[in-house]
Nanobody, 126 residues
Framework: VKVVESGGGSVQAGGSLGLSCVVF????????MGWFHQVPGSERLRVAD???????RVADSVKGRFTVSKDKGKNTLSLQMNSLEPEDSGTYYC?????????????????????WGQGTQVNVTS
């Protein structure tokens, strides 16, 4: 199983970036997919996730600015980030979880049965 992110980079505040995640797995349809954000010294927190039943959840902190979309029948999850703020800087990870992050506490969602991507950097300058 392999989870591969692409996109990211540097942008000025107010700008936009798009991230893409591709899952290489024979059983990718068994997993939920999600995007997580981490800054040094802090927990990795959920930004948005897609459930196998088609439901999408977006963190309150990015609601209205970030949009997640899943290619129907495919193994790709995209994150469109608009109106970026310096606080959005950090590493963005894509992950898949067969347990669909059932034990979340707020946006802290331990990965129970899945995989992380290697992460991609986002830098928003003021």
């Amino acid at each position: 199983v392999k989870v591969v992110e692409s996109g990211g980079g540097s942008v000025q505040a107010g700008g936009s970036l798009g991230l893409s995640c591709v899952v290489f797995a024979d059983t990718y349809s068994h997993y939920c997919m999600g995007w997580f954000h981490q800054v040094p010294g802090s927990e990795r927190l959920r930004v948005a996730d897609w459930h196998r039943d088609g439901n999408i959840r977006v963190a309150d902190s990015v609601k209205g600015r970030f949009t997640v979309s899943k290619d129907k029948g495919k193994n790709t999850l995209s994150l469109q980030m608009n109106s970026l703020e310096p606080e959005d800087s950090g590493t963005y990870y894509c992950a898949i979880d067969r347990a669909c992050w059932v034990y979340c506490k707020g946006d802290y969602c331990p990965l129970l049965d899945g995989y992380w991507g290697q992460g991609t950097q986002v830098n928003v300058t003021s």
